[in-house]
């Protein structure tokens, strides 16, 4: 998996790479075929998933190398039409491991149901009376997932929250604190809280507005750090001290400025959501609770934090909200993303979780490394180019020709490689 080995994967044909993934994870190479989308999720299985059903999408299949997380080296499926973002990933990882790799963990797997409550007249008798009855709301909601239950999870706290100002004046909303262990967990929040919410209803007088799970899972935390030697840092005429002071000045800029910010976490999530994407997550729910989080306090910043430690090494920490499962929903139905899942070795969803803000954080250091550097263009031209020359109708060999071509020309654009396919094809 590591170093020199790195560079022979990505050079290998598509068949043998699959070769060599299947012995370096153990899984069968029959069972890897289905990451081919030959035999992936079919048209059938989609019809299942979703009305209006007429085929399935799909998308590049990537895995990024080199990672070691929590002192386990791991291979991970990211699925994105972006390129480098694998690249960028797998390197990264690379400069992480003489620092020993990731260091992750993760917070109980809680989520927050909310149910919204109107027509209050007196909000603090009201929010007294409910809490009176916190045990029995806690056991009825309990009663709606015996599975969940006997795995560990199920309600775990019941709290009142005053909005003391809104379009429509003060109300009320009561949070569900639902520990749903290695689900994703909305359907059974939602569940829960359609349950409680005649019970809550009769208790309190009030009208019983919205039942639906909050995508701000901020007591459903994940959190990585990573160590990069500052010697490692070094390369062409860059030395360790310019490409560390370099990212720290980056980081800088999306601390203090939404503007940058929004950007910075988008590179986050190019490797977040990649890896939450290839396992069948909800990707929308990851991306709103981590843009949320990111604007906690009041105002939107970096969900990464960069630092140098005493001996001028770059350290590296994310946290974000994780809302992945590894049983039910499309993990379960999608082939890819059984077999995803497998390829990691993950057994629970903390650890999916640990993977993924790891991986978020490789690929937030590759775009600071890269734009505090020689910028982002450089590392993206190659496949940009190869993608563009396919767009324009580039078929076999034509694709890398043009794609050259395009690079020494500077120019990657369709409109011109369309232009020069034209005058190709008429000699
Ligand atoms: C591009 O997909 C992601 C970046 O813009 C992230 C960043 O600017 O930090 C390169």
Same mark, same amino acid.
């Given at each position: +998996?590591?170093?020199?080995?790195?560079?022979?994967?990505?050079?290998?044909?598509?068949?043998?790479?699959?070769?060599?993934?299947?012995?370096?994870?153990? =899984?069968?190479?029959?069972?890897?075929?289905? %990451?081919?989308?030959?035999?992936?999720?079919?048209?059938?299985?989609?019809?299942?998933?979703?009305?209006?059903?007429?085929?399935?999408?799909?998308?590049?299949?990537?895995?990024?190398?080199? #990672?070691?997380?929590?002192?386990? @080296?791991? %291979?991970?499926?990211?699925?994105?039409?972006?390129?480098?973002?694998?690249?960028?990933?797998?390197?990264?990882?690379?400069?992480?491991?003489?620092?020993?790799?990731?260091?992750?963990?993760?917070?109980?797997?809680? +989520?927050?149901?909310?149910?919204?409550?109107?027509?209050?007249?007196?909000?603090?008798?009201?929010?007294?009376?409910?809490?009176?009855?916190?045990?029995?709301?806690?056991?009825?909601?309990?009663?709606?997932?015996? =599975?969940?239950?006997?795995?560990?999870?199920?309600?775990?706290?019941?709290?009142?929250?005053?909005?003391?100002?809104?379009?429509?004046?003060?109300?009320?909303?009561?949070?569900?604190?639902?520990?749903?262990?290695?689900?994703?967990?909305?359907?059974?929040?939602?569940?829960?809280?359609?349950?409680?919410?005649?019970?809550?209803?009769?208790?309190?007088?009030?009208? =019983?507005?919205?039942?639906?799970?909050?995508?701000?899972?901020?007591?459903?935390?994940?959190?990585?750090?990573?160590?990069?030697?500052?010697?490692?840092?070094? #390369?062409?005429?860059?030395?360790?001290?310019?490409?560390?002071?370099?990212?720290?000045?980056?980081?800088?800029?999306?601390?203090?400025?939404?503007?940058?910010?929004?950007?910075?976490?988008?590179?986050?999530?190019?490797?977040?959501?990649?890896?939450?994407?290839?396992?069948?997550?909800?990707?929308?729910?990851?991306?709103?609770?981590?843009?949320?989080?990111?604007?906690?306090?009041?105002?939107?910043?970096?969900?990464?934090?960069?630092?140098?430690?005493?001996?001028?090494?770059?350290?590296?920490? %994310?946290?974000?909200?994780?809302?992945?499962?590894?049983?039910?929903?499309?993990?379960?139905?999608?082939?890819?993303?059984?077999?995803?899942?497998?390829?990691?070795?993950?057994?629970?969803?903390?650890?999916?979780? @640990?993977?993924?803000?790891?991986?978020?954080?490789?690929?937030?250091?590759?775009?600071?490394?890269?734009?505090?550097?020689?910028?982002?263009?450089?590392?993206?031209?190659?496949?940009?180019?190869?993608? =563009?020359?396919?767009?324009?109708?580039?078929?076999?060999?034509?694709?890398?020709?043009?794609?050259?071509?395009?690079?020494? @020309?500077?120019?990657?654009?369709?409109?011109?490689? @369309?232009?020069?396919?034209?005058?190709?094809?008429?000699?």
């Amino acid at each position: +998996m590591p170093d020199e080995s790195d560079v022979k994967f990505y050079e290998l044909s598509l068949s043998d790479r699959l070769e060599q993934l299947s012995k370096e994870s153990g =899984v069968p190479l029959e069972a890897l075929k289905v %990451l081919t989308g030959e035999a992936s999720l079919s048209p059938e299985q989609a019809n299942h998933m979703v009305e209006n059903a007429i085929g399935v999408f799909v998308l590049p299949l990537g895995v990024a190398r080199n #990672f070691i997380v929590n002192g386990r @080296e791991l %291979l991970v499926p990211m699925a994105i039409e972006e390129p480098s973002v694998i690249a960028g990933a797998s390197f990264m990882a690379k400069l992480a491991r003489s620092g020993g790799g990731f260091t992750a963990e993760t917070t109980q797997p809680e +989520m927050i149901g909310q149910l919204q409550l109107l027509d209050v007249s007196d909000l603090e008798q009201t929010r007294k009376k409910i809490l009176d009855h916190r045990d029995d709301l806690l056991k009825l909601a309990a009663g709606v997932d015996p =599975v969940l239950l006997r795995f560990g999870g199920g309600p775990r706290d019941l709290i009142v929250r005053t909005i003391e100002d809104s379009a429509i004046g003060a109300f009320l909303v009561v949070h569900l604190i639902y520990d749903v262990r290695d689900a994703m967990g909305a359907n059974a929040i939602n569940t829960a809280l359609e349950k409680i919410a005649p019970k809550v209803a009769e208790i309190s007088g009030a009208r =019983v507005h919205l039942r639906i799970l909050s995508n701000l899972a901020d007591r459903r935390l994940a959190r990585a750090t990573c160590t990069i030697p500052l010697a490692d840092l070094a #390369f062409g005429d860059y030395s360790a001290e310019m490409v560390r002071d370099g990212i720290l000045e980056a980081w800088a800029f999306a601390e203090a400025d939404p503007y940058r910010a929004a950007t910075h976490n988008k590179g986050i999530m190019n490797g977040v959501d990649a890896v939450v994407l290839a396992t069948g997550n909800d990707w929308r729910a990851v991306e709103a609770g981590a843009h949320a989080y990111a604007a906690r306090n009041g105002r939107y910043t970096s969900l990464s934090t960069w630092t140098k430690d005493k001996a001028g090494n770059l350290c590296g920490f %994310l946290e974000m909200p994780m809302a992945v499962g590894i049983v039910g929903g499309a993990t379960r139905v999608h082939p890819a993303a059984q077999v995803a899942l497998k390829l990691m070795k993950v057994e629970t969803a903390a650890q999916l979780a @640990e993977v993924i803000v790891s991986v978020g954080l490789a690929q937030n250091l590759a775009a600071l490394r890269a734009l505090a550097t020689e910028g982002i263009q450089r590392g993206h031209m190659g496949l940009h180019a190869r993608q =563009v020359a396919v767009a324009a109708g580039a078929v076999g060999s034509e694709i890398d020709r043009l794609a050259n071509q395009l690079t020494q @020309e500077k120019t990657i654009r369709t409109d011109r490689a @369309e232009q020069i396919l034209k005058e190709w094809r008429k000699q």
